[in-house]
Structures are given as C-alpha cells and as structure tokens.
C-alpha cells in the first residue's frame, strides 16, 4: 500500500485525479496487514477510496523506479500478466492473447472458497451478432451483461433461445439522462424545462423499447440507494400541462404546429447523443415524436464518442439537449455534475462536468456541506434537498437506469451479476455446474 | 530500368515524408485529446490535473515540434511503446502483422486464381451460360457487404451445421487449428476479392481475345488453352497485375471488417483501435508500414507491366 501511495504521489507517475494523494499524507504501517491512512480532512467518503490499491512492491518497485514516466504503461501487469504473484484473487491470469482473449486458472494463494472451474477463458467478440452467433455455435458458454449484447437483442435472443440459456436482466447504476443547455435562452425557462419533462411518457418509452425491463429514472439518485427519497415530487406525464406552461412561457403554436415566441423564433433544439448506439438513437426518435406532439421542434444530430465526449459535451458546444450515461453509485456526492464552480471553461482546462451550466447557490451549499457531514441520519435531509432542487430545477432530464443482460446455459448456476460497479464474476468461486 | 528505380524510390521517401506528416498531423487534430477524453470519463480530474498531464505527456506543445521528436526517434529506430498495449509498438505491430498475413496472403492468393480462372472461363463465350454465371457472382462479391455475408457463413457453419468455430485466433497453436480458425472468415475473404479479379480477367481477355494475333494463332492450329493461357492472358495481364499490386498492399492494412466480425486480431483491427484509442505509435507505424508496402507494390507492379509489355519501355 505504501509503494502505490508513493508512486501515485510522485508527479512523475503521471496519474490522473491527484487530489486523493495530496489529501492523504501519510500513511502509518503498523504491522504487515494493518496500516493507517491520514487525511488532511475529514469526510464521509473515507472509506470509498476506490483509486488506491495495493501494488507489489516486491515485483513493481523496481520498475517503477528504472522510469517513474514511463510506469503506467510498463507495469508487469501490463507487460507480464501472467507472473505470479500480481493477482489475488480467486483466479489468476496465465495467459493472454492481445485484443483476443485472457486465460485464467485457479490462483494457488487464494485463501477462500476453492473455484469449482479450473480454467475460464474471457475472450473479446466486439460485434454482437457474431457473438450472440458464438454463443448459439457453443464457442463462448455465456455472455457477462457488463459488456454483452444490447438488451433489445438480448430481449429478441431470449424469444428464441429461453430453453438453451438462462436470461437474467440485471438493472444497474448507469443512468441515461438528457443534459438540457441552460445558456440557451429558452432552456434557461424553467418553465420550458418542465414542459420537456411533462411532453414524456418515461413510463411508455420503457415499455415499449426495453418491454419495460429497465427501471424509469426520476432521479439521479437510484432507488437502491440508502439516501434515495421516493417522498420527492416528481413530474407526471402530462402533455396538457405541458401545453398550458409553454402557453405561459410565451410559446404559441405556429401554422406548422411548432411554437414560436413573440418575436417569431421557432421552439426548436438540437438532440444530440453518439452515433451509432441504436438503444440510444431509438429514445431519440421516440422523444423527438413526444415533444413534437406539444409543439417542440427536436433535430437529431449524432456524432462518434471521441467527438461527442471529447468535444461537444465536455466544451458545452450542445445546442440545447445532449443525451448519454452516467454512474450514480451510492452516496455519490454530485459536486462534479451541479456544482457551479464546475461547469467547464477554456479557464479551467475545460475540467469539470456540470455541463449544463447549472448555478444554484443553495445546491452549491448543500454540495459543500455532504462530505464533510458525517453523520449518515445528518446528511439524509441534506440528501433529499439535493433531489428536491434537481426535481424541481430541472437542469437535467433522468430516463431511465440501464439494465444489462447477462446469458448463461442452464448447466451453471451460481452466477450472481450484481447491478453495481463490480463486474458479475465478483462471486465467481460460487460458479458451479448444476449437479 | 534502373534509372526509373531510382526516382520511384526517390518520390517514395518523399511520400513516406509526406505521409507521416499528414498522419501526425490528422491524428493530432482529431477531436478529443487523451486528456480531454479522461476529463470526460473522470471526475476527479481538475483543471490543475488537466494542464500537469498535457505538460507531462508533451501535449502542451505544438503539434510540428511534437512530429519533429516523433520522427528524430523514428529515425533512430525508436517508434516508441503503445499506451493500449502495453509493449514496444513495432512488437504489437509485429503479431498483428502475422495474423493478418495468415489470413490474407492464402485468401489473396485464392482470390486472385479462382478469380482470373473464372474471368478467363467467362470470357471464352461472352454472353454465354457461364459467363452470366461469372457475372452473378462477380456482381455478389461486390455488392455483398463483408459484415454481412460473415455473419452468414457463421450462422451456417458455425450455428447450423457445428462444422467450423464462429471465430477468434486459435487456442492452440496447432497447424489444424489455425486452418480451422482461418477457414471462414478467408472464404468470406476470398469471395468478396474474387469479383474484381473475375471482372478485370473477363474485360481484358475479352479484349485480347478480339486481336489479330488471337485469329493467327488460332488459324495455324493452336488449341484452346494455349490461345488463351500463352498468346491471350500474357496480353491481358496489365490491368490484372494492378489489381493484384491493389490487394498485396492490402495485406499488410489488414480487413477491419472482417477481423471484428471473426474476432481475428489483425492489422485493420490494430488500426482501428490505435486511432481510436490514441494510441499514436502504433497508429502511425501502422499507416507508415501500409504505405511502404503501397509504394513497393505499386513499384512491382510497373516493373512487371514493363516486363509485359516491352511498348512501356520505351
């Protein structure tokens, strides 16, 4: 643990987010398992230090220190994955094939439960019709959903093939949403912002596009969290109400039915979202219809990822709704994505993800106050603010949290996909052959 | 002869140049640099991180003194380590090059005698039988996209009949292995690059088979076949040779398409992930390796239509 604090520390190293190693300054070594991490403050989120994992300082020291530049790219779990004593899991790596496959077998220095497979191969099948072919062909036994098929091709495989595989729908944490501009001047309305929202039937959409296995999102927080408050408000579907605001907001139906303000300009936004994700360009079309329907003009326009994360999104170079996922794990204090201090610039390197350009002094508070509020029954009402002002401000439109879809043949049983960030073989030594 | 060597290889330096300016310089300005794109996908990134990053990985300065490092290294022999892969990149390069070379040479070598042998059959009675057979078949090859006929041949003989694996390198490394592995995505490999070497054989043996010479050695008694492999075909091989010179550059830019589909790790896959992954030594070795095999192709290729047509030499 010291070792991956000290080469996360050095500069040189050249690791991304550094306020984790300038927050932690010390870390004390009481025996060969037990240490103590000091932080120069005080949060709840002490214990979700995901970043920091321990290294073996016995193997990686040495090369760390030969180049400490050029040691992201040169550890041995890199270049020699296979050496024994990187892994310490259940399974270990023994062989790789670059872009093809990873070979694990049985790791002898696993002190739990012993896996009943001796071997599983992971291999990489990019193209989903020749994987869902694969699997169908007995060449991969089952399909893990955190990388898997599309769940309407899943959902369509399931109609065919429900006697060879088992089907499981697992919904997660990754939730699709819309970031609305607010630079714009018609979406800086908050008026205009609940008649998106109320022209959408989230419940529909679901239904008709996932056959309403994913859950509809109300808000970033999910259900499952322990700081999730179904108590606040949420806004129905409702076109008629959608209509009536639009009408108040000064928006009229033009000849063409789309609406116009007084001095003539349509009520019309770009829907952006990346090229190519069909699940993604489905919800677009079936929006587009919804708002249309109360006089809202939407025009699709789509880019690759690398261009619409790189650029449109993270530059706020949307004009009007950009479409795409983010995580909602538990307890994630939304500094980054509502904070005002965050909303990107030229100034500041273009970092932060409050895209939408939401300013609200009291969420700007109440962000401020979470971390360093710790006690959890304190923060619950800090929480359900945060959700109260989201719901009602509107800076973003939650869909729906996606679910994934994970196959495998009915001959195993014990697979437990987990919904959160830990992929599905996490209990992989309780993977066993149905006797 | 010589002389004409020597200022092919003259512009091929020059073009090299050339090319791996333009490609430097594409990959550069393509949207999202590496620190743009973890700012997308990190939120732990600040600003101070942003601009420490660009500083350290060299992407603060200008993209002609960022080339200039690139191609002084280059120079020495050092075309630096792949960031997705973790090795030297000319060694990812290397195994991607084997596999591509598996799959491509046999189905380029399929391509180009089922395809002149079918070009030569058709062109025997334009208009015939087999001639509209030949041009069915060419007009499949060409029309049909990769992905999709790929996919058929899975479902056939991977789902269907059991016959054949659906795809991926081979797990063992044994000769049956690799030929079993290879099997389907080199058919949909062979019978897409058939077409053009059946049409371009047709139309030139049509041609050929048109001229005086053709009459005369028929007249003095020749039989079919050395008409047509002896005084024809040798008239008919120009356009073919430039085709051919065509595919053997392909061989080493490999066939993204098919690879994705065949999960075969090969060189158009490697591309493709490069550039997208911003992995710029592997990318940039890649294009410049497809563009030395170009211009030595295209090189060959004039040398043997100069040997073919002693017209040319003059």
Same mark, same amino acid.
Request: glycine share 8%; net charge neutral.
């Given at each position: 643990?010291?070792f991956a604090?000290?080469a996360g ?6 690791i991304?987010?550094a306020?984790?190693y300038?927050?932690?300054?010390r870390?004390?070594v009481?025996?060969?398992r ?12 002490y214990?979700a230090?995901?970043e ?11 090369i ?17 994955p296979?050496?024994p004593?990187l892994?310490s899991?259940p399974?270990r790596?023994?062989a790789t ?6 070979t *694990?077998e049985r790791?002898?220095?696993w +002190?739990? &439960? =012993?896996?009943p497979? @001796?071997? $599983? ?13 694969n699997?169908?062909a ?12 599309p769940?309407?091709?899943a959902?369509?495989l ?6 060879r595989f088992?089907f ?7 939730y ?7 630079? *714009? ?5 908050? +008026?205009? &912002? =609940?008649?998106?929202? @109320?022209? $959408?039937?989230?419940d529909?959409?679901?239904q ?7 859950p509809?999102?109300?808000?970033f927080?999910?259900p499952?969290d322990?700081m999730?408050?179904?108590t606040?408000?949420?806004?129905p579907?409702d076109?008629?109400?959608a ?9 009229r ?7 116009r ?5 349509r ?8 090229a190519?994700n @069909?699940s993604r ?9 919804m708002?249309?329907?109360?006089g809202?003009?939407v025009r ?7 261009v619409?994360f790189?650029?449109?999104?993270s530059?706020?170079?949307f004009?009007?709704m950009?479409?795409f996922?983010?995580i909602?794990?538990p307890?994630n ?14 100034a ?6 409050n895209y939408?350009?939401?300013?609200h002094?009291?969420m700007d508070?109440l962000?401020e106050?979470?971390?360093?509020t710790?006690?959890p ?5 800090l ?12 800076p973003?439109?939650?869909l729906f949290?996606r679910?994934d879809?994970h196959i495998?043949?009915r ?9 959160h ?11 066993r052959v149905?006797? | ?6 200022e092919?290889?003259?512009q091929?330096a ?22 743009d ?5 990190d939120?732990r ?10 500083a350290?990985h ?7 003194e ?12 050092e075309?630096?380590f ?7 990149a000319?060694?990812?390069?290397a195994d991607?090059?084997?596999n591509s070379l598996?799959l ?6 399929a ?6 042998g ?15 057979v030949?041009?069915?078949?060419a007009f499949a ?7 999709w ?6 479902i ?17 490394p ?13 058919l ?10 059946a049409?371009q054989?047709r139309?030139?043996?049509i041609?050929?088979?048109g001229?005086p010479w053709?009459?005369?050695a028929?007249?003095k ?6 008409v047509l ?5 040798p ?5 073919i040779?430039t085709?051919?010179?065509?595919d ?15 999960a075969?790790p090969?060189?158009?896959k ?11 030594n ?18 060959a ?7 073919l047509?002693?017209r040319?030499?003059?």
């Open positions: 643990m010291v604090w000290e520390r050095e500069a040189a190293t050249g991304g987010p306020e984790l300038r927050s932690l300054h870390i004390t009481i025996d060969a037990t240490f103590t991490l000091h932080f120069d403050k005080l949060t709840f989120e214990n230090i995901n920091l994992r321990p290294l073996p300082a016995h193997l990686e020291r040495a760390w220190q030969a180049d400490p530049r050029a040691y992201r790219t040169r550890t041995l779990y890199d270049r020699e296979a050496r004593g892994w899991g399974y790596v023994v094939q670059a872009g093809a496959s990873i *694990l790791n002898p220095a +002190r739990g &439960r =012993e896996p497979f @001796r071997r $599983i191969v992971i291999r990489t099948v990019e193209n989903t019709a020749a994987l869902e072919a699997l169908l007995g060449q991969v036994d089952m399909i893990a959903g955190e990388l898997g098929l769940l309407d091709q959902l369509a399931e109609r065919r093939a429900a006697t088992r499981h729908i697992q919904p997660g944490l990754v699709e949403h819309i970031d609305l501009n607010l630079d *714009l001047p018609a979406l800086a309305d908050r +008026r205009v &912002r =609940e008649a998106l929202v @109320r022209a $959408i039937d989230r529909q959409i679901v008709r596009l996932f056959e309403g296995r994913v509809v999102a109300h808000s927080v999910n499952l322990r999730h408050d179904p606040v408000p949420r806004i579907y076109p008629e109400g209509r009536r605001l639009l009408d108040e907001a000064g928006w139906p033009g000849p063409d039915g789309i609406r303000n007084a001095a003539g300009e009520l019309s936004f770009e829907l952006m979202t990346t190519g @069909r360009e489905l919800v677009q079309q079936v929006l587009q219809g708002w249309r329907a109360v809202i003009e699709i326009r789509n880019e690759p990822p690398r619409f790189g650029e449109t999104v530059r706020r170079r004009q009007g950009a479409l996922a983010w909602s794990s307890e204090v939304p500094r980054t994505i509502l904070h005002s201090t965050e909303i990107p610039s030229e500041r390197n273009w970092a932060g993800q939408t350009g939401f300013r002094a009291e508070a962000l106050r979470l971390p360093i710790l006690d029954e304190a923060r619950r009402p929480w359900r603010r945060v959700q109260e002002i989201y719901a009602t401000e509107i973003v439109i939650p949290f679910a879809a495998w043949p001959w195993l049983e014990g697979v437990r996909p987990t919904g960030l830990a992929p599905s073989s996490l209990w992989v030594e309780e993977w149905v006797p | 002869m010589l002389r004409l060597i020597g092919r290889l003259v091929a020059v073009t090299v140049v050339l090319t791996s300016f333009a490609a430097y310089g594409l990959i550069g300005l393509m949207p999202g640099d590496p620190i794109l973890a700012i997308a996908s939120p990134l600040s600003a101070a991180d942003a601009e420490r990053l660009r350290l060299g992407l603060d300065r200008p993209l002609l960022r080339y200039l490092a690139w191609a002084a290294s280059a120079l020495a022999g075309f630096g792949s960031r997705l892969f973790a090795a030297p000319h060694e990812v390069l991607a090059l084997i598996a491509l040479v046999p189905t380029t070598i391509s180009a005698a089922i395809g002149i079918l070009g030569i059959l058709a062109a025997r009675r334009p208009r015939g039988a087999i001639d509209a030949v041009n069915a078949v090859g060409i029309a049909m996209p990769s992905f006929l790929g996919i058929l041949l899975i056939l003989f991977a789902v269907m009949l059991g016959w054949l694996p659906a795809g991926g390198p081979p797990p063992e044994t000769l049956s292995a690799w030929l079993r592995h290879l099997a389907l995505p080199s949909t490999l062979t019978v897409l690059g058939l077409a053009a070497y049409r054989t139309a030139a043996m041609e050929a088979l001229e053709i009459r005369t028929r007249a008694g020749a039989s079919l076949s050395r492999l002896r005084h024809a075909l008239n008919a091989a120009i356009p040779v085709v051919a010179a065509l053997f550059a392909t061989l080493v830019s490999g066939a993204l398409v098919v690879e994705t589909v065949f075969w090969g060189m158009g490697l591309l493709y992930d490069a550039i997208l992954g911003n992995d710029y592997v990318a940039l070795l890649a294009l410049l390796l497809a563009a030395l095999v170009t211009l030595a192709a295209s090189l290729a004039d040398l043997i239509q100069l040997a047509d002693p040319l030499r003059r």
